[in-house]
T-cell receptor, first 113, second 111 residues
Framework: EAEVAQSPRYKITEKSQAVAFWCDPI?????LYWYRQILGQGPELLVQ????????DSQLPKDRFSAERLKGVDSTLKIQPAELGDSAMYLC???????????FGPGTRLTVL | GENVEQHPSTLSVQEGDSAVIKCTYS??????FPWYKQELGKRPQLIID?????GEKKDQRIAVTLNKTAKHFSLHITETQPEDSAVYFC??????????FGAGTTVTVRA
């Protein structure tokens, strides 16, 4: 069964450093989402792509976060500079166009020291 | 935007008993309501979903009910087993497919 892939699974960094996370959605899924999940809370949408275009980035802290999906397939989420409050699980999900069901990747757990 | 509230935050049940988790949503335009199960350290996985044109849906031991008038929906797990222990998230979505999640319910099934 196809799954969403993410790397790295764990990342420890010091504040003010740059970090990047990668996501490979299920083949054929045009819609890709990045979520942040703080411990003990539900996932919160950061950015939504339709193919290579950003559909919604209203909750993305654009002063330090950026996301791209240049060829409409895999995607990268970057944080620069990282802050202590960025420590969280970063989840990627994908879905087919015009379909609500989202499939999640295993996530990248970020710890900022 | 959509606001989803989920209760209770923790739930402990005896093996074999039923578990019920309730969620309310704010946006009357929401039309899709999935439930995800997340085991410790693992990805959220869809266990059941319901759309606004249906009032109830069942899949073996799990069922979801939706009350559009009251803007709430519930997850019911019957004959609970130890492997049902996990965090459960409800979510709601409008036409743009963006999911708004509840805060989660930690379910513990006591053997």
């Amino acid at each position: 069964e196809a799954e969403v892939a993410q790397s790295p699974r764990y990342k420890i960094t010091e504040k003010s450093q740059a970090v990047a996370f990668w996501c490979d959605p299920i083949s054929g899924h045009a819609t890709l989402y990045w979520y942040r999940q703080i411990l003990g809370q539900g996932p919160e949408l950061l950015v939504q792509f339709q193919d290579e275009s950003v559909v919604d980035d209203s909750q993305l802290p654009k002063d330090r976060f950026s996301a791209e999906r240049l060829k409409g397939v895999d995607s990268t989420l970057k944080i620069q500079p990282a802050e202590l409050g960025d420590s969280a699980m970063y989840l990627c999900a994908s879905s087919q166009s015009n379909d609500n069901e989202q499939f999640f990747g295993p996530g990248t757990r970020l710890t900022v020291l | 935007g959509e606001n989803v509230e989920q209760h209770p935050s923790t739930l402990s049940v005896q093996e074999g008993d039923s578990a019920v988790i309730k969620c309310t949503y704010s946006d009357s335009a929401s039309n899709y309501f999935p439930w995800y199960k997340q085991e410790l350290g693992k990805r959220p996985q869809l266990i059941i979903d319901i759309r606004s044109n249906v009032g109830e849906k069942k899949d073996q031991r799990i069922a979801v009910t939706l009350n559009k008038t009251a803007k709430h929906f519930s997850l019911h797990i019957t004959e609970t087993q130890p492997e049902d222990s996990a965090v459960y998230f409800c979510a709601a979505s409008v036409e743009d497919y963006k999911l708004s999640f509840g805060a989660g319910t930690t379910v513990t099934v006591r053997a």
